[in-house]
């Protein structure tokens, strides 16, 4: 198994322990899973990413979809 491709998990659960869990006192598990479903939103929409050229996940995410939908576009409009 490629050390590598399981990095950037130890990456997320820090962040995810340092800006959220640590930060907030949760007194039930619906705050805690509130709180996380909320970090991992921003995370994902508003938080841009060094290894993604400073792009959002989701923006890296859409731009990746992009060539795929103009090719799968031309292939229809050939046929």
Do not use: C
Request: glycine share 2%; charged share 25%.
């Amino acid at each position: 198994m490629d050390a590598f491709k399981n990095a950037s998990w130890p990456a997320l659960r820090r962040s995810i322990k340092l800006e959220e869990i640590y930060l907030h006192a949760n007194k039930t598990m619906i705050e805690a899973r509130s709180g996380l479903r909320r970090y991992v939103t921003f995370r994902n929409s508003r938080r841009p990413h060094s290894f993604l050229g400073s792009q959002t996940p989701d923006q890296a995410y859409v731009n990746a979809l992009a060539p795929m939908m103009v090719a799968a576009e031309s292939r229809r409009k050939s046929t």
